[in-house]
């Protein structure tokens, strides 16, 4: 079943309980309050009786007879029975009979009803009731009322709890009727927009991961769905880009290699070049260039599914990058690059101290490829409390600003003709910033065209316990 179908019939479902149970109690509770009156009303009626004959026994007393009360009677549909004082019968309407065994004959109740419309039908259980007949204050005689226990239950008021039910009803139906138009409205603007959306994850595991929904609602949180599918579909095409872009650049990127490495051999098998040192060393620097390649290729994807293994120790950090900086010196001096420090004293770290080597590596390997002339870098290392910050910052070229969200990418070069002057195999900043997040570090970049670049990373502190 659709969900559009069991929403609709949950509605609806749901209005036929509610409105059995409005109906229901209000139906309950009008009628009772309507009895309540009526039998308010009715006693009203033969408190009224009651002074009314009462006046009476006291204008005729003895001399009262049948016939005085019988026409009363017979017009209230009630019987009336006068006593004296002495519990001695004085006189009674001629109905007893009739409304004892709780009917009337038919003439007798066309001619009431004619006469009367609030006429009960004189269906029921007979009851008595027995009031005081006073004259000023004192019992002269006693007035007894017999009736029909649902005498109160008029033909006017039977028709008009009959309309109020029937009201009920009529309104229950409208309301149904009502509700599963607007049920079907309401299940139709959740079900379309969600229906759009399965089509787009269709569409994107059918491998159309151009598709995007387009849904159009007021509902947040099919609002949110639809930007996340959305969200999903355009993460997806960036990877699939991605992974293409990845194949293509590692073909690129061992393709130069071997091809140089066919071309000298090949050179070699036709007698063109003799295989002396020149020659293989040659060879060797383009399989030295492979393996390289090859192993940061291995290293990054190791690093980027999750098995990467780190040697942490409690290491003196501000001694290894002093270490590391002096490593560096001979290299800067040789093309008259300056390279200086500032480095706090004693400052512990918990890390993988070769990583923590790749990653000083790697980024003062970059920072000399892209000096010029008075070229200069400088390596801070501050304590910061909870976080130990090292810097890198050189006066060199500089980064675009379009390509700096793309810096820390596999295979990204900031020059897009991929000219080789630099060197590197493109993948030196991608595994510098996976390392550093692997301690749960992170890195930055800041950088201006012609002005330098500096990185900044951000590493946990070892506190002393």
């Known amino acids: 079943m659709s969900l559009s179908k069991k929403l609709t019939l949950s509605f609806v479902f749901s209005i036929l309980i509610s409105i059995f149970i409005i109906s229901f109690i209000s139906n309950t509770m009008i009628n009772n309050k309507f009895d309540n009156y009526l039998i308010e009303e009715q006693n009203k009626k033969f408190e009224k009786i009651r002074h009314d004959i009462n006046d009476l026994f006291i204008k005729k007393g003895q001399n009262l007879s049948s016939e005085d009360i019988s026409n009363y009677a017979s017009m209230e549909g009630i019987y009336i029975e006068i006593k004296d004082s002495n519990n001695d019968m004085v006189c009674h309407s001629n109905n007893h009979n009739s409304l004892h065994r709780g009917m009337m004959g038919n003439m007798m109740r066309r001619h009431h009803r004619?006469?009367?419309?609030?006429?009960?039908?004189?269906?029921?259980?007979?009851?008595?009731?027995?009031?005081?007949?006073?004259?000023?204050?004192?019992?002269?005689?006693?007035?007894?009322?017999?009736?029909?226990?649902?005498?109160?239950?008029?033909?006017?008021?039977?028709?008009?709890?009959?309309?109020?039910?029937?009201?009920?009803?009529?309104?229950?139906?409208?309301?149904?009727?009502?509700?599963?138009?607007?049920?079907?409205?309401?299940?139709?603007?959740?079900?379309?927009?969600?229906?759009?959306?399965?089509?787009?994850?269709?569409?994107?595991?059918?491998?159309?991961?151009?598709?995007?929904?387009?849904?159009?609602?007021?509902?947040?949180?099919?609002?949110?769905?639809?930007?996340?599918?959305?969200?999903?579909?355009e993460t997806l095409e960036k990877q699939e880009d991605l992974r293409k872009r990845y194949a293509s650049d590692i073909a690129h990127e061992l393709r130069t290699p071997l091809t140089t490495l066919k071309s000298h051999v090949e050179a070699m098998v036709d007698g063109v070049w003799e295989p002396n040192d020149e020659h293989l060393t040659i060879l060797m620097e383009e399989i030295d260039r492979l393996t390289k390649l090859v192993e940061d290729l291995k290293n990054t994807f190791k690093i980027s599914e999750g098995q990467l293994n780190l040697n942490k120790t409690n290491f003196n950090i501000s001694n290894e990058i002093k270490s590391i900086v002096s490593g560096f010196q001979p290299l800067f001096s040789k093309k008259n690059y300056i390279l200086e420090s500032s480095i706090e004293e004693d400052i512990k770290v918990l890390m993988d101290k070769d990583k923590l080597k790749q990653i000083m590596y790697n980024l003062l390997s970059n920072a000399i490829k892209y000096l010029d002339d008075d070229g200069k870098v400088m390596v801070s290392l501050i304590n910061e409390g909870k976080h130990v910050k090292i810097m890198v910052e050189d006066n060199g070229t500089g980064i675009k600003e379009k390509d700096l969200p793309f810096i820390f990418e596999r295979f990204y070069r900031v020059d897009a003709s991929r000219n080789k002057k630099t060197g590197g195999t493109g993948l030196g900043l991608s595994i510098t910033k996976t390392l550093v997040e692997a301690h749960e570090g992170s890195i930055h970049v800041e950088s201006k065209l012609g002005k330098g670049t500096k990185f900044t990373i951000l590493l946990p502190a070892y506190i002393i316990p």
């Open 114 to 233: 004619m006469m009367n419309p609030n006429f009960n039908n004189g269906e029921g259980n007979y009851i008595e009731k027995t009031f005081s007949l006073l004259d000023e204050n004192q019992v002269i005689g006693t007035l007894v009322i017999g009736y029909i226990d649902n005498s109160h239950l008029t033909e006017s008021a039977v028709i008009f709890k009959d309309t109020l039910s029937t009201s009920f009803f009529i309104s229950g139906i409208i309301t149904i009727i009502l509700g599963f138009i607007s049920s079907m409205f309401l299940s139709k603007g959740l079900t379309n927009p969600l229906v759009n959306i399965t089509n787009t994850a269709n569409q994107m595991r059918n491998g159309n991961l151009e598709s995007r929904s387009t849904v159009k609602t007021n509902t947040k949180e099919i609002f949110q769905l639809s930007r996340s599918i959305n969200y999903l579909a």
